[in-house]
């Protein structure tokens, strides 16, 4: 039997082999990865890998996942630790003992209320695979937060929960970023 090497053109040789060279150079490696190495990951792009392990671990869907939704797991951890941090300041404010401390955690709870239908909106976007309305959504939340604390108060519970759901929302907002 003759070298079938021989028997190939040159020009398809070097076609096939440049393609399959940028195949493997631009596919993420990502979109084979799942449970723990997926989540390692891609909390390692994150500005808070611990954290970002930590709430995607939480979740026993995360360790069989996919990137996209692995990604649509921490909107979700979000949106719920935006409503656990709503319900705190809702009882801040309800045992505020004077004015100007009831005033401010009113702003925040107020900023956190409007940011609750906005979230959500964001993981009804995520099911549309618009990526990037989703991320304005985690963004607005991440913008709360900041706002929140602009206000200069420091209450030792509020400055906890506005800076865990901060870590998360701004995780969340990077690992949303690689799905676009």
Known sequence: MPNQISNISPKI????LISIGFNNYFLPTDAEETGKALIESTCKKTQYPEECISALESDPGSFTANLTG????????SATKLVETLHIVET???NA???LTWGFLVNCRDT???????IQRGLQAFDRLKFDKSYESVEAVNNAVIGC?????TLPILTQVNRALFRLTKDTMMILHLLF
């Open 13 to 16: 040789l070097i076609i096939t």
């Open 70 to 77: 692995l990604t649509r797991i921490a909107v979700e951890k």
């Open 92 to 94: 801040l404010v309800l």
């Open 97 to 99: 003992t004077d004015y």
């Open 112 to 118: 956190y209320n409007i940011s609750v239908p906005q």
């Open 149 to 153: 604390d602009r206000q200069g108060w």
